[in-house]
T-cell receptor
Framework: SQTIHQWPATLVQPVGSPLSLECTVEGTSNPNLYWYRQAAGRGLQLLFY??????ISSEVPQNLSASRPQDRQFILSSKKLLLSDSGFYLC???????????FGEGSRLTVL | GENVEQHPSTLSVQEGDSAVIKCTYSDSASNYFPWYKQELGKRPQLIID?????GEKKDQRIAVTLNKTAKHFSLHITETQPEDSAVYFCAALPSGSARQLTFGSGTQLTVLP
C-alpha cells in the first residue's frame, strides 16, 4: 500500500532563518506531488505541485521554493523565513489520472 | 479556472441530528468531487467522493449528492455524533491535462452533546 511521510512534524524558527521540509511517498511511482499551506483556522492554499522529477509549478509567488530531486521525494525550502510563513504545511500525492489526493501528517511551522 | 464555494462556514447541530454542507462549482467540465474531514491538528482525510456519472453515493451515515445541471454537490451526515466534529472541505477536479483539486473554504462542524 502507498504511504506518505513528511518531516519534521513541528519546528520553531527565527525570522530570517532557512527552512527545509521533506516529503517522501512509498508504494507508488510517478506520483503527482503537492505542497499546501494552511494558516490557523483557514483553508488549504496550494503552494507548489510537481508532475515529475525537476518539474515544479508554483501557484503563489513568495519566498518559498520547492524541488523534486527524486521521483518520490518533494522538498519545500526557504532561504529566509518571514513571520507570515508560519502555518501548517501539508505534503500530498495523487496518482496520474486519479483525482484522489492523500495528505501527509503535516509540519507545523512557527516563525518567531 | 475552477472556483468552489462552500456554505456554511460554521455549523452547529445537536447530537443525533443531521448536518448538510453545500458546495457549488463553476467549471461544468469538472468530473470528480471529494470531501475531506480534518480534525483539529490533523491532516485532511478523504471520507467520501463522487464522480460526475453518479448522482448520489452513500457510506453508512454519510452521503454525497451531485446536481450537475445546477453545478452543486452536498455532504449529508445523519445521526451525528461528537466525533463528527471537525472541519469539512469539499473540492472539485476540473478536466484537462493540468488538473488540480480546487478546495472550498471549509465548514467547521460542531456536534453538541
Amino acid at each position: 500500500s502507498q504511504t506518505i511521510h513528511q518531516w519534521p512534524a513541528t519546528l520553531v524558527q527565527p525570522v530570517g532563518s532557512p527552512l527545509s521540509l521533506e516529503c517522501t511517498v512509498e508504494g507508488t511511482s510517478n506520483p503527482n506531488l503537492y505542497w499546501y499551506r494552511q494558516a490557523a483556522g483557514r483553508g488549504l492554499q496550494l503552494l507548489f505541485y510537481s508532475v515529475g522529477i525537476g518539474q515544479i509549478s508554483s501557484e503563489v509567488p513568495q519566498n518559498l521554493s520547492a524541488s523534486r530531486p527524486q521521483d518520490r521525494q518533494f522538498i519545500l525550502s526557504s532561504k529566509k523565513l518571514l513571520l507570515s510563513d508560519s502555518g501548517f504545511y501539508l505534503c500530498a500525492w495523487s496518482s496520474r489520472g486519479s483525482g484522489e489526493l492523500f495528505f501527509g501528517e503535516g509540519s507545523r511551522l512557527t516563525v518567531l | 479556472g475552477e472556483n468552489v464555494e462552500q456554505h456554511p462556514s460554521t455549523l452547529s447541530v445537536q447530537e443525533g441530528d443531521s448536518a448538510v454542507i453545500k458546495c457549488t462549482y463553476s467549471d461544468s467540465a469538472s468530473n470528480y468531487f471529494p470531501w475531506y474531514k480534518q480534525e483539529l491538528g490533523k491532516r485532511p482525510q478523504l471520507i467520501i467522493d463522487i464522480r460526475s456519472n453518479v448522482g448520489e453515493k452513500k457510506d453508512q451515515r454519510i452521503a454525497v449528492t451531485l446536481n450537475k445541471t445546477a453545478k452543486h454537490f452536498s455532504l449529508h451526515i445523519t445521526e451525528t455524533q461528537p466525533e463528527d466534529s471537525a472541519v469539512y472541505f469539499c473540492a472539485a477536479l476540473p478536466s484537462g491535462s493540468a488538473r488540480q483539486l480546487t478546495f472550498g473554504s471549509g465548514t467547521q462542524l460542531t456536534v453538541l452533546p
